[in-house]
């Protein structure tokens, strides 16, 4: 079975602050694909990132970055120096690749509030 | 700017009502889905439309009825519902393609409230 765990369901740092949102996932396919989704209060789900299983390099997105570790089922996601704008819910999700429209496996969110 | 256009963003409507959800993208993608997302909850998948034709159907009540008039444009048809079926409605497109994964694109949502 498919599931993906996201801990913390609310988060609250203060502006300029450095917050990592954690994301540990279950899967028995040998290939498959991990998003992460951002969701502010006007409700569209924003992507952010894809990455791929056999791609174990993090990635850098100007403020985001993006840490996967296989070995430990987790795909972290980290923003430096926060702002009031990434205030929103965080959607990691997980699907496989056995047919190109597979279900997409959400985790529950984490929501993320910065403080001015 | 979202590439997934949704109308209306917003809706009221009674529970003996006939009304439509719609979606168009202009991506080029051959797959299009239907979700819901109740408050503090995850996207649930509802329908999955693939070339045109339904692939996907989550054991979803028949007063819900998708539709695909053509590659671009997918509705979703809403009658007799219920209060409980007050949601945000999330239109999505992707390729259907094996090489390119299956990066969903979402749109805004129609924020659904049933009286």
């Known amino acids: 079975a498919q599931k993906v765990t996201q801990a913390q369901t609310e988060i609250s740092v203060v502006e300029k602050e450095d917050v990592t949102l954690d994301c540990v996932y279950e899967t028995r396919d040998t290939t498959y694909y991990l998003f992460w989704y951002k969701q502010p209060p006007s409700g569209e789900l924003v992507f952010l990132i894809r990455?791929?299983?056999?791609?174990?390099q993090n990635e850098i997105s100007g403020r985001y970055s993006w840490n996967f570790q296989k070995s430990t089922s987790s795909f972290n996601f980290t923003i430096t120096a926060s702002q009031v704008v990434d205030s929103a819910v965080y959607f990691c999700?997980?699907?496989?690749?056995?047919?190109?429209?597979?279900?997409?496996?959400f985790g529950p969110g984490t929501s993320l509030s910065v403080i001015p | 700017d979202t590439e997934v256009t949704q109308t209306p963003k917003h809706l009221v409507m009674g529970m003996t009502n006939k009304k439509s959800l719609k979606c168009e993208q202009h991506?080029?993608?051959?797959?299009m889905y239907w979700y819901k997302q109740k408050a503090k909850k995850p996207p649930e998948l509802m329908f999955v439309y693939s070339y045109e034709k339904l692939s996907i159907n989550e054991s979803v009540p028949s007063r819900f009825s998708p539709e695909c008039p053509n590659s671009s444009l997918l509705n979703l048809h809403l009658h007799a519902l219920q209060p409980e079926d007050s949601a945000l409605y999330l239109c999505?497109?992707?390729?259907?393609?094996?090489?390119?994964?299956?990066?969903?694109?979402f749109g805004e949502g129609s924020w659904l409230t049933v009286v």
């Open positions: 991506m080029g993608h051959r797959a």
């Open positions: 999505a497109s992707s390729q259907v393609r094996q090489s390119s994964g299956n990066t969903i694109y």
């Open positions: 990455r791929n299983s056999f791609d174990e």
């Open positions: 999700a997980l699907s496989g690749l056995k047919t190109s429209y597979d279900k997409v496996i």
